[in-house]
């Protein structure tokens, strides 16, 4: 059984495992709370932790001092107050129709999205006569969720509405702050401060990851820190201050000698030139690992690492399978059982997502689903 370097136990039946450095995590929770500077720091852990497990992220970020966490989903909700019974969990989508009651009894807190759900959420709150806290979003640019500024208007004289419940939060949430160059950033920033005087006075927050690197004047009360935790790459134009936190890999199924014209792969986009050793690891793009990464003999792929030796990717990635051009890596690192790095210290998240034509979110969110997840640094 080999060890990795945390010294944990790899069993021998594992073909893939997505490593999550708990340790990494923690400090950019850490590195993100400081430049929040006054701002509560809150993470935001939806899609099961941008896809590293969001029980053991959650009770990581606990560590840290973290809060309040952010989730999507009312399912995503109850997994962390599975593990976290203080915490404050607010869930993004809002508040659906007949699920007031869940909310209230496991103690979570909706982003009330339009005036049906204030209506609702002050309704059940009356109904039980209790006052419980809740979110209030207003949308500024993004037109998915949240109160238009008409809505604002309309119920900014509605005390009735808000005498009911704790307007715990007013947020918003930022289109375009990855780029610097926007200059929606702070226009949005604008009609945030316009909307939310309108509204009885409370804690405010606009910024998520790109906007906590933003600068001060976008943190206001708290920040919802999401890619940038796990290390994405959250703003375009500067170099990435986070820590790695996940690094993919996969085993080698077999080793093969092929003869110069033979074909790799489905569709036999590859042909080799010469004579050639190929390794096929057990990773596919049922594991996240895009398709977009193939490689033909015209277009270059993406490249794995057996220790510091390139292996590039030759012929399609299959769904369970890719295959790598292993001709030049020294034979005694080439071993039937031995991981190949696919994502990791030499393969950033977003170097990935650049060459699949993506973004780290969504290599990320995709990872893990059939992978073994192994915690170092916990
Ligand atoms: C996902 C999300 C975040 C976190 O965004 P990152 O870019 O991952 O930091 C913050 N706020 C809202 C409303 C979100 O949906």
Same mark, same amino acid.
């Not at 990855?178 to 405010?204: H, K, N």
């Not at 031995?338 to 998240?349: K, P, R, Y």
């Not at 969110?365 to 192994?374: A, D, I, K, N, Q």
């Given at each position: 059984m080999s060890l990795n370097a945390g010294g944990n136990k790899i069993r021998p039946e594992v073909s893939g495992r997505l490593t999550i450095d708990l340790?990494?995590?923690?400090?950019?929770?850490?590195?993100?709370?400081?430049?929040a500077s006054d701002a509560e720091c809150a993470g935001v852990i939806k899609a099961d932790a941008y896809g590293t497990g969001a029980e053991a992220v959650c009770q990581a970020l606990s560590q840290e001092g973290c809060q309040t966490f952010f989730v999507a989903t009312i399912s995503e909700a109850l997994r962390v107050r599975s593990v976290l019974a203080d915490v404050s969990v607010y869930v993004l989508d809002g508040l659906p129709p007949d699920c007031a009651d869940l909310f209230a009894a496991q103690s979570l807190r909706p982003v009330l999205g339009s005036i049906a759900?204030?209506?609702?959420?002050?309704?059940?709150?009356? #109904?039980?006569?209790?006052?419980?806290?809740?979110?209030? #979003?207003?949308?500024?640019?993004?037109?998915?969720?949240?109160?238009?500024?008409?809505?604002?208007?309309a119920i900014a004289d509605r005390s009735d509405l808000f005498a009911g419940f704790e307007l715990a939060l007013?947020?918003? #949430?930022?289109?375009?702050?990855?780029?610097?160059?926007?200059?929606?950033?702070?226009?949005?920033?604008?009609?945030?401060?316009?909307?939310?005087?309108?509204?009885?006075?409370?804690?405010?927050?606009?910024?998520n990851s790109a906007g906590i690197l933003s600068g001060q004047a976008y943190h206001y009360d708290l920040v919802r820190a999401g890619v940038a935790l796990y290390g994405g790459r959250a703003r375009s134009v500067q170099t990435n201050p986070m820590l790695p936190v996940v690094s993919l890999d996969g085993r080698i199924a077999q080793i093969r000698h092929i003869e110069k014209g033979e074909t790799i792969g489905y569709g036999a986009t590859f042909r080799a030139s010469a004579p050639m050793i190929i390794a096929t690891v057990s990773i596919g793009y049922a594991d996240g690992f895009f398709r977009l990464l193939s490689a033909t003999n015209e277009k270059a792929g993406a490249t794995a690492y057996i220790g510091n030796y390139a292996a590039p990717l030759v012929g399609r990635v299959s769904m369970d399978l890719v295959t790598l051009d292993v001709t030049d890596v020294p034979a005694d690192h080439v071993?039937?059982?031995?991981?190949?790095?696919?994502?990791?210290?030499?393969?950033?998240?977003?170097?990935?997502?650049?060459l699949a034509q993506t973004i780290g979110y969504e290599v990320l969110?995709?990872?893990?689903?059939?992978?073994?997840?192994?915690y170092v640094g916990a």
């Open positions: 340790a990494a995590l923690r400090s950019n929770y850490r590195k993100l709370a400081s430049l759900e204030i209506e609702d959420w002050a309704a059940y709150c009356q #109904h039980c006569q209790t006052c419980l806290p809740a979110a209030v #979003h207003i949308d500024t640019g993004m037109n998915r969720l949240g109160l238009s500024a008409k809505d604002i208007k007013v947020m918003s #949430h930022l289109a375009c702050a990855d780029d610097p160059d926007s200059p929606m950033t702070e226009a949005q920033r604008i009609a945030f401060d316009e909307l939310r005087r309108m509204l009885p006075a409370a804690p405010a927050s606009l910024a071993s039937r059982g031995a991981f190949v790095e696919l994502i990791g210290s030499h393969n950033s998240v977003d170097d990935i997502a650049d969110t995709s990872l893990g689903t059939r992978t073994e997840r192994l």
